[in-house]
């Protein structure tokens, strides 16, 4: 066949028509391998089933679509299976293609040496010096800086591993077709790359066989460090170092270095989220902690053999600074076994002598954790390993001062440079592990720790003031008694796990723990009362240098209540002399978690969005009343129903003064794959998160520009409004939950083999409290409702205006000048776009209650349609994402292909229910099912 891609007139930048024959070109060698490996007929079904919803989409026509409706019900089960794996495949490549295509034009931008897309380095650094921020003042910013993206195993992500694998081979082939002129030879080779790709795609079944363990998930979060982030944290240290050379040249000299602190670092959920997840247990959180630290070890010794490779200079060709030559020295006197078959190896060469004893001490590290993963392999460890992050560092320090000292900064700045900026972001740790557990949990094991050690027999009976003068007072004391007998189960446990987190301390990392997370704060006691176990467990105690605190603790809180009585929860914990000197103790810095999705399933988008903005702004009050640091940890998911959206944006629609230069928030579900799949995205993520990070931190250099309290007036009454009409339709609307659990496939979704944790807080309660978040927004995405990402809002800004009628000047002025309210309606209108209520009304004939079915359909959908026209006439746009046109393109080119996989998945619903009804075998439909669940996910992007 011939290509789409000879003769291209070189362009300044790609547009949508180089995007679009990407595309094509992808499409048709998809056509070629199903047709060569699946047949002719299942090639001609996803053909006539694709070209037949793209004309539907084009010009409804009730007759070709009866066709269509009546061509798939009469497909087989296998054939259905094929079909479905084809279009998801198709989402694959177009996910990829379209990765690839902003890749290169930011690459283009860049070479052409001009102004740089919004959010980049230069683009905002430019912006921070026409504000007249100095370098001395942005140095001080940056000094403050923590960016901490943090990896959680929840159940969105559909991709299996070794599919991603493929899908970064596909990107590099796919990239290098934009490398303008190719030649023949060229092009032909890359098609058969890509074809072989392909072929190996659609040979890989894309649906797990098993449901994975949480040492599978464990694997899954580090497999993107390996493929990319090793590669692109460095590299996106380097891009601020040159934007800040750019814009800042005239107060740079030429012997000045550009230097700045190190401000990535990365946390992790997985292995540590035992919340609801009765897999998580100690064992499996040692075991999370030291895949960790062998990931990361095997890199710096792969990192250290390569630069032996690159430092060959030799003396007396080159020299070294005194500090390097005495640390020879010393170095060679305490590892001389290193040197022991062959004493001159490299003895005219000193940075490969260094580098060798430092590959060899490494090698005793991997040694060490061998006898942790294999411990009935006798491991003989040489006593070389470094005790830390910290002596490494220390030689990389010494390797790059000496040749800066004689010469080669150059040298110096690059690979050794990287090293030293990977092992400042991972240690011997790789990620900060956080730990969480529900509240409830916590009180059960005080109430029987004390009743066990004779401390306090009723424990469970006091009142809160109560509780927390007995366990303030428990925390003053110099000593507790030793816990002797054996303990409830749960109890065990909890301690076991602190136990083990102050044993890695040591034996791993300081830092190899981040926080402890409390899910369910309600009240201060719940944050007392993990201190207070602490202290059973050695991480809280006495030494001969005073108090000591090893742990970190962060309270979520999750429901609009919780949201809500933030303020007296926290004030009473800061009121605490007790907590406040341990804390003082740990660094005198508390997090606080934000749950965005138990917030937005509980009183909608709005009271949830409103919510945790006032909460953030009472916290930092509170925080900075006291003395005390504060950091937000912000439990955002995929989906904008979960606090999702663009990251840029997210933080720069956080409240004037809170972010004072730290974030942490979570990274969950399909966001890692969209996000971290590939170096070269992995780079621009962090960049635009960096960027707006120093944005909003520049209440630390200059005035924070607050909004008018006039707005702050009219978002309350929006989210009450919004508020109200949610619980309308969730909690007082007859049938609903009916109308939930049987035209959205959430029952379903728990089949998938995506994640370990179960689907339900408690099995078989069919409440709105007991499904997750998660798969509350999964379900009705797949159904294509979006609800829980925009009800409520068309009615909050209806009712405002018929109440203040000449107030929509105000609404858009607000638009305008507050960046929350503007990425509240961009998100808004990005999930009123990928809603269909044609194919949800389909879904709805799911229900065994047609009529009833049908009102709840009604009720939402004029929802649907009244968010739509006032979201438009507030941001004054005739059409949705008119500010988006990249992402209004995107759903367009998708939709089609959507509309196919909706109506399948639909009649498979229908065939799986009632054969599992009647007591009949349904593998032959949960099969294509399941496919059609994971393909919907891969055309919708961000389903939860």
């Given at each position: 066949?011939?290509?789409?891609?000879?003769?291209?007139?070189?362009?300044?930048?790609?547009?949508?028509?180089?995007?679009?024959?990407?595309?094509?070109?992808?499409?048709?060698?998809?056509?070629?391998?199903?047709?060569e490996?699946?047949?002719?007929?299942?090639?001609?079904?996803?053909e006539?089933?694709?070209?037949?919803?793209?004309?539907?989409?084009?010009?409804?026509?009730?007759?070709?679509?009866?066709?269509?409706?009546?061509?798939?019900?009469?497909?087989?089960?296998?054939?259905?299976?094929?079909?479905?794996?084809?279009?998801?495949?198709?989402?694959?490549?177009?996910?990829?293609?379209?990765?690839?295509?902003?890749?290169?034009?930011?690459?283009?931008?860049?070479?052409?040496?001009?102004?740089l897309?919004?959010?980049?380095?230069?683009?905002?650094?430019?912006q921070?010096?026409?504000e007249?921020?100095?370098?001395?003042?942005?140095?001080?910013?940056?000094?403050?800086?923590?960016?901490?993206?943090?990896?959680?195993?929840h159940?969105?992500?559909?991709?299996?591993?070794?599919?991603?694998?493929?899908?970064?081979?596909?990107?590099?082939?796919?990239?290098?077709?934009?490398?303008?002129?190719?030649?023949?030879?060229?092009?032909?080779?890359?098609?058969?790359?890509?074809?072989?790709?392909?072929?190996?795609?659609?040979?890989?079944?894309?649906?797990r066989?098993?449901?994975?363990?949480?040492?599978?998930?464990?694997?899954?979060?580090?497999?993107?460090?390996?493929?990319?982030?090793?590669?692109?944290?460095?590299?996106?240290?380097?891009?601020?170092?040159?934007?800040?050379?750019?814009?800042?040249?005239?107060?740079?000299t030429?012997?000045?270095?550009?230097?700045?602190?190190?401000?990535?670092?990365?946390?992790?959920?997985?292995?540590?989220?035992?919340?609801?997840?009765?897999?998580?247990?100690?064992?499996?959180?040692?075991?999370?902690?030291?895949?960790?630290?062998?990931?990361?070890?095997?890199?710096?010794?792969?990192?250290?053999?390569?630069?032996?490779?690159?430092?060959?200079?030799?003396?007396?060709?080159?020299?070294?600074?005194?500090?390097?030559a005495?640390?020879?020295?010393?170095?060679?006197?305490?590892?001389?076994?290193?040197?022991?078959?062959?004493?001159?190896?490299?003895?005219?060469?000193?940075?490969?002598?260094?580098?060798?004893?430092?590959?060899?001490?490494?090698?005793?590290?991997?040694?060490?954790?061998?006898?942790?993963?294999?411990?009935?392999?006798?491991?003989?460890?040489?006593?070389?390993?470094?005790?830390?992050?910290?002596?490494?560092?220390?030689?990389?320090?010494?390797?790059?001062?000496?040749?800066?000292?004689?010469?080669?900064?150059?040298?110096?700045?690059?690979?050794?440079?990287?090293?030293?900026?990977?092992?400042?972001?991972?240690?011997?740790?790789?990620?900060?592990?956080?730990?969480?557990?529900?509240?409830?949990?916590?009180?059960?094991?005080?109430?029987?720790?004390?009743?066990q050690?004779?401390?306090?027999?009723?424990?469970?009976?006091?009142?809160?003031?109560?509780?927390?003068?007995?366990?303030?007072?428990?925390?003053?004391?110099?000593?507790?008694?030793?816990?002797?007998?054996?303990?409830?189960?749960?109890?065990?446990?909890?301690?076991?796990l602190?136990?083990?987190?102050?044993?890695?301390?040591?034996?791993?990392?300081?830092?190899?723990?981040?926080?402890y997370?409390?899910?369910?704060?309600?009240e201060?006691s719940?944050?007392?009362?993990v201190?207070?176990?602490?202290?059973?467990?050695g991480?809280?105690?006495?030494?001969?240098?005073?108090w000591?605190?090893?742990?970190?603790?962060?309270?979520?809180?999750?429901?609009?209540?919780?949201l809500?009585?933030?303020?007296?929860?926290?004030?009473?914990?800061?009121?605490?002399?007790?907590?406040?000197?341990?804390?003082?103790?740990?660094?005198?810095?508390?997090?606080?978690?934000?749950?965005?999705?138990?917030?937005?399933?509980?009183?909608?988008?709005?009271?949830?969005?409103?919510?945790?903005?006032?909460?953030?702004?009472?916290?930092?009050?509170?925080?900075?009343?006291?003395?005390?640091?504060?950091?937000?940890?912000?439990?955002?998911?995929?989906?904008?129903?979960?606090?999702?959206?663009?990251?840029?944006?997210?933080?720069?629609?956080?409240?004037?003064?809170?972010?004072?230069?730290?974030?942490?928030?979570?990274?969950?579900?399909?966001?890692?794959?969209?996000?971290?799949?590939?170096?070269?995205?992995?780079?621009?993520?962090?960049?635009?998160?960096?960027?707006?990070?120093?944005?909003?931190?520049?209440?630390?250099?200059?005035?924070?520009?607050?909004?008018?309290?006039?707005?702050?007036?009219?978002?309350?009454?929006l989210?009450?409004?919004?508020?109200?009409?949610?619980?309308?339709?969730?909690?007082?609307?007859?049938?609903?939950?009916?109308?939930?659990?049987?035209?959205?496939?959430?029952?379903?979704?728990?089949?998938?083999?995506?994640?370990?944790?179960?689907?339900?807080?408690?099995?078989?309660?069919?409440?709105?409290?007991?499904?997750?978040?998660?798969?509350?927004v999964?379900?009705?995405?797949?159904?294509?409702?979006?609800?829980?990402?925009?009800?409520?809002?068309?009615?909050?800004?209806?009712?405002?205006?018929?109440?203040?009628?000449?107030?929509?000047?105000?609404?858009?002025?607000?638009?305008?000048?507050?960046?929350?309210?503007?990425?509240?309606?961009?998100?808004?209108?990005?999930?009123?776009?990928?809603?269909?209520?044609?194919?949800?009304?389909?879904?709805?004939?799911?229900?065994?209650?047609?009529?009833?079915?049908?009102?709840?359909?009604?009720?939402?959908?004029?929802?649907?349609?009244q968010?739509?026209?006032?979201?438009?006439m507030?941001?004054?746009?005739?059409?949705?994402?008119?500010?988006n046109?990249?992402?209004?393109?995107?759903?367009?080119?998708?939709?089609?292909?959507?509309?196919?996989?909706?109506?399948?998945?639909?009649?498979?619903?229908?065939?799986?229910?009632?054969?599992?009804?009647?007591?009949?075998?349904?593998?032959?439909?949960?099969?294509?099912?399941?496919?059609?669940?994971?393909?919907?996910?891969q055309?919708?992007?961000?389903?939860?």
């Amino acid at each position: 066949m011939e290509t789409q891609f000879s003769q291209l007139e070189a362009l300044p930048l790609l547009d949508d028509k180089d995007l679009r024959r990407h595309v094509r070109f992808l499409v048709d060698l998809l056509g070629e391998v199903i047709a060569e490996r699946s047949g002719d007929t299942v090639y001609q079904a996803v053909e006539q089933l694709r070209k037949g919803f793209i004309r539907l989409r084009k010009n409804d026509d009730p007759l070709l679509r009866n066709q269509l409706m009546a061509q798939i019900g009469d497909l087989d089960a296998h054939t259905l299976g094929e079909v479905v794996r084809a279009f998801n495949l198709y989402f694959s490549l177009v996910n990829t293609a379209e990765e690839a295509y902003h890749y290169h034009n930011r690459q283009l931008q860049l070479r052409n040496g001009g102004n740089l897309w919004h959010g980049s380095y230069l683009d905002t650094l430019t912006q921070l010096k026409q504000e007249g921020v100095t370098l001395a003042q942005l140095k001080g910013l940056l000094g403050k800086l923590v960016y901490m993206p943090v990896f959680t195993a929840h159940p969105t992500e559909s991709k299996r591993r070794t599919v991603m694998e493929v899908l970064r081979r596909v990107f590099l082939f796919d990239e290098q077709l934009n490398h303008k002129p190719l030649t023949g030879f060229d092009e032909q080779r890359i098609r058969r790359e890509l074809k072989q790709q392909i072929q190996l795609l659609w040979a890989t079944d894309e649906v797990r066989a098993v449901k994975p363990t949480v040492r599978d998930e464990v694997k899954n979060g580090l497999y993107y460090f390996n493929v990319s982030l090793f590669n692109a944290v460095p590299r996106s240290y380097r891009n601020l170092e040159n934007a800040i050379r750019r814009v800042y040249a005239d107060e740079l000299t030429d012997s000045e270095p550009v230097r700045i602190p190190h401000y990535l670092q990365f946390g992790s959920w997985i292995g540590g989220d035992r919340d609801g997840n009765p897999y998580v247990t100690a064992q499996t959180t040692e075991m999370a902690v030291m895949l960790q630290k062998r990931v990361v070890i095997r890199r710096y010794h792969q990192d250290v053999t390569d630069l032996m490779f690159t430092l060959t200079q030799s003396q007396p060709l080159c020299q070294v600074n005194t500090a390097l030559a005495e640390d020879l020295a010393e170095t060679e006197a305490r590892f001389s076994k290193a040197f022991a078959t062959n004493p001159s190896r490299f003895i005219n060469e000193p940075y490969r002598r260094k580098l060798y004893m430092m590959r060899y001490r490494l090698e005793d590290n991997l040694r060490l954790l061998q006898q942790y993963f294999h411990p009935e392999q006798r491991v003989d460890a040489l006593g070389a390993a470094y005790a830390d992050e910290r002596e490494l560092l220390a030689d990389l320090y010494c390797i790059q001062k000496s040749l800066i000292d004689n010469g080669d900064k150059a040298v110096a700045n690059a690979q050794v440079s990287d090293l030293i900026r990977l092992v400042e972001t991972f240690g011997f740790y790789l990620l900060h592990l956080d730990v969480r557990q529900e509240s409830s949990r916590h009180t059960d094991a005080v109430a029987e720790v004390l009743a066990q050690t004779g401390l306090n027999r009723d424990y469970a009976d006091k009142t809160e003031t109560e509780r927390q003068q007995i366990i303030s007072e428990l925390l003053r004391r110099p000593h507790l008694p030793d816990i002797y007998g054996d303990l409830q189960p749960q109890t065990e446990e909890v301690l076991d796990l602190m136990r083990l987190m102050a044993r890695l301390r040591t034996e791993v990392s300081e830092q190899a723990f981040g926080h402890y997370v409390i899910s369910m704060t309600h009240e201060a006691s719940h944050i007392l009362e993990v201190m207070l176990l602490a202290r059973f467990a050695g991480l809280v105690g006495q030494d001969e240098e005073g108090w000591f605190c090893h742990i970190h603790i962060a309270p979520l809180f999750e429901t609009i209540e919780d949201l809500a009585h933030i303020e007296p929860v926290m004030s009473a914990l800061f009121d605490n002399p007790a907590y406040r000197s341990l804390l003082k103790a740990s660094g005198n810095r508390q997090e606080v978690m934000l749950g965005y999705s138990d917030s937005c399933k509980d009183g909608g988008i709005l009271a949830s969005a409103w919510h945790l903005y006032q909460a953030q702004q009472k916290v930092s009050e509170l925080s900075e009343r006291f003395g005390i640091a504060c950091r937000m940890f912000h439990g955002r998911g995929g989906t904008v129903g979960r606090g999702g959206g663009p990251t840029h944006d997210a933080i720069l629609a956080q409240p004037p003064g809170t972010v004072q230069g730290q974030i942490k928030f979570t990274e969950q579900g399909e966001v890692l794959s969209f996000k971290y799949g590939n170096t070269e995205t992995a780079a621009y993520e962090l960049g635009m998160g960096v960027s707006a990070l120093i944005k909003a931190s520049r209440s630390l250099v200059t005035d924070a520009r607050r909004e008018p309290a006039e707005y702050h007036q009219i978002m309350s009454q929006l989210a009450a409004y919004g508020e109200q009409h949610y619980r309308r339709l969730t909690e007082q609307t007859p049938y609903f939950l009916d109308y939930f659990y049987e035209a959205c496939p959430i029952t379903e979704i728990g089949l998938m083999n995506i994640g370990s944790r179960p689907s339900h807080r408690k099995a078989g309660d069919r409440s709105k409290s007991s499904v997750r978040a998660i798969g509350w927004v999964f379900a009705w995405a797949q159904s294509r409702h979006t609800l829980p990402g925009w009800y409520g809002i068309g009615y909050a800004l209806n009712t405002w205006l018929a109440q203040n009628p000449e107030g929509l000047p105000l609404l858009k002025q607000m638009v305008q000048d507050w960046p929350f309210f503007r990425a509240l309606l961009s998100n808004t209108q990005m999930s009123v776009a990928k809603a269909d209520m044609d194919i949800a009304k389909q879904y709805a004939t799911l229900c065994g209650d047609t009529e009833k079915s049908l009102g709840v359909l009604s009720i939402i959908r004029e929802e649907h349609q009244q968010t739509t026209d006032e979201v438009l006439m507030v941001v004054d746009a005739e059409k949705l994402l008119s500010e988006n046109p990249a992402l209004a393109l995107s759903l367009r080119r998708r939709n089609p292909y959507l509309d196919p996989l909706n109506h399948i998945q639909i009649m498979l619903l229908r065939r799986y229910r009632q054969a599992e009804a009647d007591g009949e075998d349904t593998q032959q439909w949960r099969d294509p099912l399941l496919r059609t669940i994971s393909a919907i996910s891969q055309g919708m992007r961000n389903t939860g």
